[in-house]
DNA sequence: CTGTTAGCGCTTTCAA
DNA sequence: TTGAAAGCGCTAACAG
């Protein structure tokens, strides 16, 4: 129950100058003389005045709000992301609003019903896997939408991000290049990511001749990166490196190589993906690939704000992720 | 540039009832006839309409939407914290606008004037310790806010939380208790939380002859506990064991052991703050202190919708946290 | 149970 | 450079 506050009406009449003029003042001040404006500006500070922003959004059917909808914020690249775009947002007088879908279509769905229900202009969805009826949603009422953290220049909507696949791809010629010829692939569920499946893609795609790969699906947390290690550890031959789809999975990954008493890099390698903020931390230090996290986020912002401000159509943009060499793989030495 | 969309004008001129009986129906359907009511709904679905948010803040004065400012969002207890009062707030059609201070209280201070400009009718804070300003800013305008995490009943504000002074001491105790008389505290910038200065002065509490405690601040990350018990280690008589004031910093105290070779708990114990998701899984498993980060957010949601929905009073509540007996923490055995 | 009507606070032509 | 006035879409009395 909060108590009226002052209006646009009491800074006029405070000021003994029309609304209109107080309006102009709070929009930019272009067209009223700098003196008026001075009085105008000084009298909202004494009144403690502040635009309501629901009169403002119904007035220009403007919410300055945009949406991103996110699989998790726990343990991820997504908060280093999210950041990054609330920053990128806020510098030109947007909000972000965040929704979490845990990486489920119809949560998607609803989430994106109740945002756009909020007053959200534009969305930031991850990956370019939707719901149907959320994209006759956007279509139909002509929501503006990227997709990112993929990059996929023929999706339904402009992706901005990176190519899971390629990188994949990469990692997996880094391993093979050095030496390695039986390789554990550790991700989170297939059925919940189209970024998980594209790097499964580029994994896969590293396939010939005297090469094993074992691929094994586990929940996207250290739990899950331990639980498949450890069953992966049990089996006659093991592999001589582990390549995780993230970096939490290469952490349950690193825990459980430790208490099965095998050394990182000298017994088996791990690599990881994202290069979380801790990733240089862990002992030995991650080698992983890093994903342009921060520089993804300016761009979302930024293409989604000139959209909504000056029209300017979207448009796809693939960013560079690259191999962070450290500590957790080594070449492959002839054992016994 | 989102395309004009369907007004409560249509609906009721598509069902040939007044737009009052629609906006019956769309807020409850109380006095409204089934029939009457079907027939909105299905008009509703079938225009696609979607109530415009501001107009109906603008006409209810209330936003529904409720602010949380908390000092980050990564790797920390807050991302569950978080995800519960999301949780909370969304089963009544409150929504949940959130806001990162970076433990920065003019940050924290210009993050809530945004917030207000946006319409957030509460405020949840982290913490005691606020900028002047912004305990004005509420004060005037009557704006229903809380602390959180913290539990300090004399507060100028209602404080939801745990005893952080008294779960330290408790860890001290535990410490203690398994013999440990030189114990390490590893802790986040105190100037930043009130939370870390809580848990400092319990710890101090538990101070007595024949105990030595060495503390030591460093940045609140994995690489901060790293950096730290990397520089404890140099010094000529180590200590048993080492608390963390955060599961973090305890991951990096693990990670900085392991390098130097040394076993935890045989070496070393370690105890930790938060039991965030992976802390069971490190190797060792971390022995640790569970915070009800879940209960809180229901709490604190609750509290401020059946203040704002009802009037119901803001009260303090403490919320009970306790040690997690894992495999990190040893009593400490005769050494040389 | 349903319709009429008066705003909610602000932006935005259009005139002055 | 400033003011008057017409809404923006919806809710909430108040009538009927």
Redesign the interface.
């Known amino acids: ?3 009226p ?1 002052g209006k646009i009406r009491d800074v006029a009449k405070a000021t003994g100058l029309s609304i209109a003029t107080v309006s102009r003042v709070m929009n930019g001040g272009k067209n009223v003389s700098p003196n008026t404006r001075d009085k105008v500006l000084a009298a909202c500070k004494q009144l ?1 005045y ?6 403002r ?2 007035s220009t ?1 403007r ?1 300055k ?1 945009v949406a991103a909808i996110i699989p998790t ?3 991820s690249i997504f ?2 992301y ?2 990054s775009i ?1 920053h990128s947002l ?1 510098q030109r007088g947007y ?1 972000l ?2 929704a ?1 879908s845990h990486g489920d279509l119809d949560e998607e769905l609803a989430a994106a ?2 945002l ?4 959200a ?1 534009a969305f930031i969805l991850s990956g370019a896997d939707h719901h149907p009826d959320l994209l006759d ?1 956007f279509t ?5 939408h990227v997709y990112s953290s993929i990059w996929q220049p023929a999706s339904a909507a402009p992706s901005i991000g990176y190519d899971n696949t390629a990188l994949a791809r990469a990692a997996m010629d880094y391993l093979t290049g050095h030496g390695h010829h039986h390789i554990a692939v550790l991700h989170g569920p297939l059925t919940e990511s189209d970024r998980t499946r594209d790097r499964q893609a580029g994994a896969q795609a590293a396939q010939r001749d005297g090469l094993t790969l074992d691929f094994h699906e586990t929940s996207l ?3 899950g990166g ?1 639980a498949a290690t450890r069953a992966l550890l049990q089996s006659a031959n093991r592999p001589s490196a582990i390549f995780c789809f993230s970096d ?1 999975l290469a ?2 990954a ?3 190589l ?2 099965a008493g095998l050394r990182v890099p000298e017994d088996v390698s791990v690599m990881g993906f994202d290069n979380l ?2 990733s ?4 030995p230090a991650l080698t992983t690939i890093n994903l342009p996290a921060t520089r993804m986020g300016a761009e979302v912002g930024t293409q989604l704000m000139d ?2 401000d000056n ?1 300017t159509p979207l448009g796809p943009v693939r960013l560079d992720g690259a191999i962070v060499e450290r500590a957790s793989v080594a070449p492959v030495t002839r054992r016994g």
């Open positions: 129950m909060t108590r506050v403690n502040l635009p309501n922003p629901a009169a959004a119904l059917s919410s709000t914020i726990e343990h908060a280093k999210i950041a609330e806020a909000s609003v965040i979490i019903q109740k756009l229900g909020m007053g202009e949603l139909q009422r002509g929501v503006p947390d250290v739990a331990k939490v952490l349950g690193l825990f459980a430790s208490e903020d801790w240089g931390e862990t002992a959209h909504l029209g």
